[in-house]
Each structure stands twice: as structure tokens, then as C-alpha cells.
Nanobody, 118 residues
Framework: QVHLVESGGGLVEVGGSLNLSCVAS????????IGWYRQAPEKQRELVAV?????FTNYAESVEGRFTLSRDAYTVYLQMNKLNSDDTAVYYC??????????????WGQGTQVTVSS
């Protein structure tokens, strides 16, 4: 089992920035990538970004150029800039296998709310 603990969500104005963190612990040798999904009200959960243990990254087109995912061992950081109302969602940290290009999440955090106000 891999445990994931997220932090850093909150309320921010349009155009602002937030940084989300996620710490993975437990059987971390069973995973080779950590990512973030998000789910807005009445929408499907979608992949935001994923990073492999080799530091390859993959981003959703909607966040490319605005969000940056980095890691330090099994802690990942999602720096979110130029936020807009479409970024409002619950953000879920997850971990799994497949690297950044064929990622399949197996473990999920509890989620953290990000609200962008206009």
C-alpha cells in the first residue's frame, strides 16, 4: 500500500498562483510515477500532470505552460500559475505505474480543494 498526503489547496484570485504538495509513503518501490488528477463539479476526473521517477513529465493541454510538476524523491510539487476559473476543482494526488506516458494510477490521496475566484 502507498499512502498519499496532499497539502496546499485553497482560494486564489484569477491570475494568481498556488503550490500543491504530495508526499508518498509506504511501499513506494511499487510505483514509478506520481501524478495529479482533478475533478470539477459535474465533470469527469481528468489527468492534470504526471512525473516519473526518471523525471519525465506529461501535462494536460489545458495546463501546459502554466503548471509545473517537480519532485524530490517521493514528494511532488505542483506549481500552478495564471489560474483561471476552469482550474477550480478538487485536486487528487495519485501514484502508480506506467511512467509519464502510459500512467495508470493505483493509489489515491484524499484530495484538496482549489477554488479560483473572479
Amino acid at each position: 500500500q502507498v499512502h498519499l498526503v496532499e497539502s496546499g489547496g485553497g482560494l486564489v484570485e484569477v491570475g494568481g498562483s498556488l503550490n500543491l504538495s504530495c508526499v508518498a509513503s509506504g511501499k513506494t518501490w511499487t510505483i514509478n510515477a506520481i501524478g495529479w488528477y482533478r475533478q470539477a463539479p459535474e465533470k469527469q476526473r481528468e489527468l492534470v500532470a504526471v512525473i516519473s521517477m526518471g523525471d519525465f513529465t506529461n501535462y494536460a493541454e489545458s495546463v501546459e505552460g502554466r503548471f509545473t510538476l517537480s519532485r524530490d524523491a517521493y514528494t511532488v510539487y505542483l506549481q500552478m500559475n495564471k489560474l483561471n476559473s476552469d482550474d477550480t476543482a478538487v485536486y487528487y494526488c495519485n501514484a502508480g505505474r506506467g511512467g509519464a506516458s502510459a500512467y495508470t494510477p493505483a493509489y489515491w490521496g484524499q484530495g484538496t480543494q482549489v477554488t479560483v475566484s473572479s
